[in-house]
């Protein structure tokens, strides 16, 4: 079945990337393609439990999408690495023509963005990842 | 045609549109609710988008991010299935304004027929018949005098009421008074409002309703009827069939015409469902469903028509393909409600994980349903796991393939309704045809003391 050869690549895939303690994993091969996320919530697991030799991480919340609709940066836009000195806005999430705000919930710093500038988003999908 | 449907229902009829769009070799988008990422409907659309948390009003009910996911999609059309935005006409009317075909009627019908007592104005001014019925009576001496215009026994009702409060049933002009007094102060009592009126009891109707379908250029035709009197004590259907057995040919004439009447006054488009009491001889409209229903397979499987197929060919502004003329039903079909439900405690529903599912196959059987081995079922939604069809020559000939097709069927995990329904079969009551909506209850009250029958 297509399904469980799908199944058969994936797992050598994740067990590489689950034992190699890595945050982000893409393979492409032709039409195939994967990429692997660490969910911040499981990143703020492992620093609980370090698995291996990892260095803990830090603590990470996901900033998740709470409408369907496409994501708009900020001018100028939200980096990787900014420091956020208290809550403050991240970028919107555009839904029949009006912005919701996406913020980031406290201070912290930006580990993570998961989306581009005009990406469609679906609820629950992660945007940012905030490390506290 | 259209390009891309986006499908804003879940389960088994997501699955059913997904069909008959690829079918007709238009893209789908699915809508799925985090509770249900794993359902089949989901697999196989063409894309998915989760809209919202399990309850309803976070996803299947959440009109903007449904119409946000059209949007984004490049969607042309939205089929809102059954149930959730179904018979919603601002939902219909938003997704108009964004420049997406609702498939089902015009938002102006919607809300016309979404209301009983309109719905009901309507189809009087139209000549169809409906349940006869007093205006608000002040007193007693009125209810009584009332009616003796439409004969005993009839129903006294509070027009707040709900649930069975405020209403009684009368036999015969002695009883009116004590019954109007101690009616109206329930219905004071539970609803600060006594007022009353009266309307004909109809002891042991069938509930009988018409098929039709309707175009954008004015043609109208109907699919026959559907006999779905057998529904549970909360008034839930659970086994359908077509065409309805021991019906006077002049009544199945009568049903069917009426039904192409109120459908072309109201210039009704797409499918719909006018769904009558049937009362010997008698008729009453009850209400007009503008919408697919859960039991359209019956009336498909008798017809050979698509009805779903039809619905999307009409909402692209195609032609009917067929005169009244052409449609010709053949055999019987029955629908038996596959529910994870325990008949054995007031078909209380059941949430869990399916641990193991089979489904019947062979000769005249169809199985629409969204679950599999392993799949869960929701606390969240509607408890019906699949809707299992049979057709047979006659109507005899579906009955024995319905009881061996349910015998076929395993569903491990949580309670349902397969084995009741196998022993509906086996009903001699149920075999001999022509029962009434109060059937069902009664059978479940006897079964429970036979003693005291």
Redesign the interface.
């Known amino acids: 079945m297509f399904e469980d050869t799908i199944a058969e690549r994936v797992r050598p895939l994740a067990q590489a990337f689950t034992d190699g303690g890595l945050t982000r994993l893409t393979v492409r091969e032709g039409e195939f393609e994967v990429e692997f996320r660490r969910a911040p919530a499981t990143a703020a697991a492992a620093a609980v439990a370090p698995a291996n030799d990892v260095a803990p991480a830090r603590p990470m919340d996901a900033i998740l999408a709470d ?4 994501v708009r940066f900020l001018r100028p836009p939200i980096t990787e690495g900014m420091a956020l000195d208290a809550d403050r806005e991240l970028a919107f999430v555009e ?2 023509g ?1 912005r919701n705000a996406v913020r980031s919930r406290g201070p912290g710093r930006v580990a993570m963005i998961y989306v581009t500038d005009g990406q ?1 988003v ?4 992660p945007l940012f990842a905030i490390e506290r | 045609m259209f390009r891309k449907v986006l499908i804003a229902n879940r389960g088994e009829i997501a699955l059913r549109i997904n069909r008959a769009c690829h079918e007709l070799g238009v893209a789908t988008v699915a809508i799925f609710s ?1 509770a249900d990422r794993g359902s089949l409907h989901v697999r196989h659309a063409d894309e998915a ?5 399990g309850p309803v009003a976070s ?1 299947y009910l959440n009109i ?6 059209g ?3 490049g969607a042309d059309a939205i089929h809102p299935g059954y149930g959730f935005l179904a018979e919603n006409a601002r939902f219909a009317e938003i997704a108009r304004d ?1 420049g997406l075909t609702f498939i089902g009627p015009a938002p102006e019908v919607i809300t016309a027929m979404g209301d009983k007592a309109t719905a009901r104005r309507i189809m009087a001014e139209s000549g169809v018949p409906t349940t006869p019925g007093s205006g608000i009576l002040a007193t007693p001496e009125e209810a009584a005098a009332f009616a003796e215009t439409i004969g005993y026994p009839v129903l006294l009702k509070a027009t707040a009421g709900g649930g069975g409060k405020g209403m009684r049933a009368v036999e015969s002009p002695a009883e009116m008074a004590n019954a109007f007094a101690t009616a109206s102060a329930e219905a004071e009592a539970s609803f600060k409002d006594g007022r009353m009126y009266v309307e004909k009891l109809i002891r042991s109707p069938r509930h009988i309703e018409v098929q039709v379908l309707g175009d954008q250029y004015g043609d109208v035709v109907h699919l026959g009827e559907r006999d779905c009197s057998v529904q549970k004590p909360s008034h839930q259907k659970l086994i359908e069939e077509a065409p309805a057995a021991a019906l006077d040919p002049a009544v199945r004439d009568r049903l069917h015409d009426i039904a192409v009447t109120a459908a072309r006054a109201v210039k009704y488009t797409n499918a719909g469902t006018l769904e009558f009491l049937v009362d010997g001889s008698s008729v009453y409209f009850m209400e007009m469903n503008t919408r697919i229903q859960v039991e359209h397979p019956v009336t498909e499987m008798v017809y050979g028509v698509d009805l779903v197929k039809e619905q999307i060919r009409i909402a692209a502004g195609e032609r009917l393909g067929f005169t009244q003329a052409d449609l010709q039903p053949h055999g019987c079909a029955i629908e038996v409600r596959v529910n994870a439900e325990d008949p054995e405690n007031n078909f209380a529903p059941a949430a869990g994980t399916l641990s193991r599912v089979e489904f019947p196959g062979g000769p005249g059987v169809r199985v629409d349903t969204h679950v599999y081995s392993g799949s869960v079922v929701p606390p969240f939604y509607d408890s019906m796991l699949a809707k299992i069809i049979v057709t047979g020559r006659t109507r005899e000939s579906a009955i024995l393939r319905m009881e061996r097709a349910l015998s076929e069927t395993r569903i491990e995990g949580v309670k349902t309704t397969v084995d009741f329904c196998r022993e509906i079969m086996r009903d001699e009551a149920f075999q001999r045809a022509g029962l009434g909506v109060d059937w069902l209850p009664r059978y479940l009250l006897e079964r429970r003391t036979p003693a005291a029958v």
Request: aromatic letters at 6%; charged letters at 5%.
């Open positions: 409408v369907v609709g496409v839904t029949l009006i469609p679906e609820y629950g999908q | 985090e988008f989760c809209v919202g948390a996803s903007a991010n449904i119409i946000s996911t949007l984004i999609c964004h």
